[in-house]
């Protein structure tokens, strides 16, 4: 992936989007159903334009600022920013699940991040440990608390200055990156960094647009996890940490109840927590 030199949104904006594009999209929507969403998209949008009287200047600036996004690779970024989490929840809704609660992919998973084993330290580097450092431990079960034998715990993190590796330049290409193999009762315990409340990248268009109605660009600190086994639904979710700021106002509005962690400091000075998954089995 093409990366300019010195971290910033412009990088792992178009970094995001050269990720996305490699990917193949499709989604097999009628065209009833893709005229009865976008009537909706529409009249929704006009119900806005109406309520708001919104002029001329206002839809001049909204059609730059729609070029400049598009211009600067800030799609990928400004959607799962502001729009995934709808969709995250409607389809965790729409299949009845019970078990660990999903939360947006945001742009910067990289699959087949390198295998490790079930106890295990995330790839880091020394400046990396100028952060506190996570011993994450749990298991993976099924909805009965049977542990799942060998599931894969994939977790992807930013470090301390805020950047993930394969987004922004100068980082080792999986650092803070892999793919957890649980042991045969489902168990893992994995060495990280304690993360710390993140920016999105925003000095972008992404970012004129948080200034434009005085909001912040800040995420709680946050793990990415993706778990999955073969005989199970696999969830995208986050976990996040009781002490931290912007629980209450996520930019990316990505935060739930249940995947808050409280860690407890140990007598070594590293931090511990305890968090077990439970995998819905796959929807028909
Ligand atoms: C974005 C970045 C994240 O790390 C995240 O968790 C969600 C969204 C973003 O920049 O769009
Ligand atoms: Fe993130």
Redesign the pocket.
Known sequence: MEVDDKPSAKG?GSA?TDKFKSERVSADTSKERASAVYQDLLSAVGEVVKKHEVTYDEYDVVKQWVIDVGEGGEW???L??FIEHYVEEVNYNRHGFSGTKGS?E???YVPEAPKLPSVTKMPMREKDLSAKQLVFSGQVTDLEGKGLSGAHVEMWS?DAEGY?SQFAPGIPEWNLRGTIVADDNGGFSITTLLPVP?R??HDGP?GAFIESYGGHPW?PA?L?LLVSHPQHNGIIT?LYFNEGEYLGNDV?S?VKPELVLDPKEGDDGLQYVTYNFSLDPKPE
């Open positions: 792992s995001a990928p970024l400004w799962d920013v947006i945001g742009p910067y930013n993930y993140y999105i990248p992404t995420r946050h990415h986050q990316a990505a």
